[in-house]
């Protein structure tokens, strides 16, 4: 197609567009509603699935590493005979005396944080204790943490109510306590609480902050003390710990680096795919719900750009059949009213972006209800040009679809048949 | 030299019941000469008329211009063919209603661009300037009168040049005084420019003043 051809077609197609303004605007504004619309659900949805992420990702490690008590293992009897030849029958096995521990743990912290996908690895120690309130003994569970790492992996500062994380280190006593628990025995930080270990030994402890996840089950029960204050209370080495937490430069590489580590070492591992699989099947589902509608938004303004174009073809069937008899061809008449949709299109997807934009910056100044549990302003929404470029792309290959089926009806128009009436 | 040769042009219609339109039809026109068919209301002068226009292809036959075959050429090579070499002027005016009388007689030959887009400004203005209608260039063509309309319409006929003009009832919708300014037209061209003129028409009178006269009855030509 010479540039020449295209340009006096395009004339034609303004001069088309011009002359019924009030039919290509309502085109136009089929084609912006559609793709506002889009825009708006699509950063909405994915403001909210990015939010519901992060407080994943904030509450818990990439990788997990501990060494759970195995309950199962080969009978010593299996070791006296030929397994192959005879069975073994062992009724409810017990399992051996083992610490939860993770051997040689900081040597496999150290190399762990090594590794160049770790962005951070932290040692973490954690046990069952009872806090006792007058008369009642509330369950909770106390995590001895390196406080400094532990606070650049989960940002424990961001999560504070009152209080410092910093005061753990200057007090050997110290602990934070999750915010429901500190409700339910009335706490505030400067208030003493008594501990009952596992092991029943009693430990006064002096509260130096509170904080709050937004989530019940952690804000619940979950304690932090220093890691040297946990091993004391439950009176094991400076080399003892049970579960290693690490978080990675780019979460995505979660799933391929834990068989890798759990291969190396032997301990059991999970990454957070694994321990939130509800929440990403979650986010599954709400995206292929936002496109499905989105694209369907998008199909309906197609149609109504179908109609109008169908009815400016049997308008234009005179001049149609004019332009033939004078020597224009098939594909000048389908360029023709092609730019006609093509037009309408890119102008009324640039006016949704635009207005897409607006209104989605609109909900992300709604305040949102605040609660205890979640922990958040106004309405997530997600601002990406990825989205933008996707919407003007969908737009444009609707109306182009939707001109096309008109357009090449035109350029099929016998002039005979119009020129003789 | 022969500006347009039929052979045996032949053309059935299929609707509602299959019909022959035309019988074995074979004439010639010399270049530069005034014809006029003529024959009574579905004698088949008007489709013999598109036949030769090219622009119905369903017939049966051979159509020579200047001696080279037109029949069988497929709808882009026809339009080219018409944009270049034919003039087309019909009974209802049909300009394009929201461009201008200028915009429209440039229209064919911006399709054409055997010139600059400035040099077919000049000529249109040329080509309106012969059929009396230059003052009104830049008026919107859905503004004007029959008459008007159809000046403006051979002026855009005119515009490439072409050999042949064809009219199909140039002047059956227009009244006496427009009439004969559409034939003086007409003529002029035939005699000064050599350029071929085929139209078909009921008016007595307008026949009269024509060189040649066709006249048709039943599909046949009964008199030339």
């Given at each position: 197609m010479k540039s020449s051809n295209l340009k006096l077609a395009l004339r034609i197609a303004l001069v088309h567009l011009l002359s019924k303004k009030k039919q290509t605007l309502v085109a136009m504004l089929g084609v912006t509603f559609g793709i506002s619309m889009f825009i708006v659900m699509i950063s909405f949805m994915t403001g909210v699935n990015d939010f519901l992420m992060d407080l994943t990702l904030d509450g818990s490690p990439h990788i997990h590493i501990n060494n759970p008590v195995k309950t199962e293992r080969a009978p010593l009897a299996a070791a006296a005979y030929d397994t192959s030849q005879t069975r073994i029958i062992l009724h409810h096995q017990k399992p051996k005396q083992e610490l939860?521990?993770?051997k040689n743990g900081f040597q496999i912290l150290r190399e762990i944080r090594q590794h160049p996908d770790v962005s951070f690895a932290s040692p973490q120690l954690t046990s069952q204790v009872f806090f006792n309130n007058g008369a009642i003994r509330f369950s909770g569970m106390v995590v001895g943490i390196d406080v400094k790492q532990e606070n650049a992996m989960y940002k424990l500062h961001e999560k504070m109510i009152s209080g410092t994380v910093e005061?753990?280190?200057?007090?050997?006593?110290?602990?934070?306590?999750?915010?429901?628990?500190?409700?339910?025995?009335?706490?505030?930080?400067?208030?003493?609480?008594?501990?009952?270990?596992?092991?029943?030994?009693?430990?006064?402890?002096?509260?130096?902050?509170?904080?709050?996840?937004?989530?019940?089950?952690?804000?619940?029960?979950?304690?932090?003390?220093?890691?040297?204050t946990a091993q004391k209370l439950l009176g094991k080495s400076a080399d003892y710990f049970t579960d290693l937490n690490i978080k990675l430069?780019?979460?995505?590489?979660?799933?391929?680096?834990?068989?890798?580590?759990?291969?190396?070492?032997?301990?059991?591992?999970?990454?957070?795919?694994?321990?939130?699989?509800?929440?990403?099947?979650?986010?599954?589902?709400?995206?292929?719900?936002?496109?499905?509608?989105?694209?369907?938004?998008?199909?309906?303004?197609?149609?109504?750009?179908?109609?109008?174009?169908?009815?400016?073809?049997?308008?234009?069937?005179?001049?149609?059949?004019?332009?033939?008899?004078?020597?224009?061809?098939?594909?000048?008449?389908?360029?023709?009213?092609?730019?006609?949709?093509?037009?309408?299109?890119?102008?009324?997807?640039?006016m949704g972006v635009l207005t897409g934009i607006l209104i989605s910056y609109g909900i992300n100044q709604i305040p949102f209800p605040t609660s205890d549990v979640i922990k958040i302003e106004t309405f997530p929404v997600a601002f990406k040009m990825k989205h933008y470029l996707l919407a003007i792309f969908f737009g444009f290959l609707t109306t182009l679809l939707a001109g096309y089926f008109p357009s090449r009806k035109a350029s099929k128009i016998d002039p005979v048949a119009i020129i003789r009436g | 030299m022969n500006a347009i040769e039929a052979r045996n042009i032949t053309k059935f219609f299929h609707e509602p019941t299959t019909f022959q339109v035309l019988k074995q039809i074979s004439f010639t026109v010399e270049k530069g000469h005034f014809v006029s068919l003529v024959g009574k209301s579905g004698c088949g002068k008007s489709t013999l008329l598109y036949v030769l226009s090219t622009m119905d292809t369903?017939?049966?036959?051979e159509l020579l211009f200047e001696n080279h075959l037109i029949t069988g050429k497929n709808q882009d090579e026809l339009s080219k063919f018409r944009n270049e070499h034919l003039g087309f002027v019909f009974q209802f005016h049909f300009l394009l209603p929201e461009f201008t009388v200028l915009e429209n007689v440039m229209l064919p030959a911006l399709k054409l661009k055997r010139f600059s887009h400035k040099e077919i400004e000049h000529r249109a203005i040329e080509k309106l300037q012969l059929v009396g209608m230059d003052n009104f260039a830049f008026n919107t063509a859905s503004k004007l009168s029959g008459g008007q309309q159809q000046r403006v319409a051979i002026a855009r006929a005119l515009i490439n040049d072409p050999?042949?003009?064809?009219?199909?009832?140039?002047?059956?919708?227009?009244?006496?005084?427009?009439?004969?300014?559409?034939?003086?037209?007409?003529?002029?061209?035939?005699?000064?420019?050599?350029q071929t003129i085929i139209t078909v028409t009921h008016d007595q009178e307008?026949?009269?003043?024509?060189?040649?006269?066709?006249?048709?009855?039943?599909?046949?030509?009964i008199r030339q």
């Open positions: 939860p521990r993770i005061k753990l280190l200057s007090n050997r006593n110290g602990i934070l306590v999750g915010e429901k628990l500190s409700k339910k025995m009335n706490i505030v930080p400067g208030d003493r609480v008594s501990l009952t270990t596992a092991n029943g030994d009693v430990f006064m402890m002096k509260v130096v902050g509170i904080f709050a996840f937004g989530i019940t089950t952690i804000d619940d029960v979950r304690c932090y003390v220093d890691l040297q430069k780019d979460y995505r590489k979660a799933s391929t680096l834990a068989p890798i580590l759990k291969a190396r070492y032997g301990f059991k591992t999970e990454d957070w795919e694994q321990s939130n699989a509800s929440i990403l099947t979650g986010e599954m589902v709400r995206n292929t719900m936002t496109y499905v509608v989105a694209i369907t938004m998008l199909i309906v303004a197609g149609f109504g750009i179908y109609n109008i174009m169908n009815m400016t073809v049997v308008n234009k069937m005179r001049d149609i059949a004019i332009l033939k008899a004078t020597g224009y061809e098939g594909t000048d008449i389908i360029l023709i009213f092609l730019l006609q949709s093509i037009i309408i299109g890119i102008i009324g997807a640039l | 369903d017939y049966e036959g050999s042949i003009i064809m009219g199909d009832e140039p002047t059956g919708n227009l009244d006496k005084t427009n009439s004969f300014i559409v034939l003086d037209i007409l003529k002029k061209l035939a005699a000064d420019n050599k307008f026949a009269a003043q024509t060189d040649h006269i066709i006249e048709m009855e039943d599909g046949l030509i």
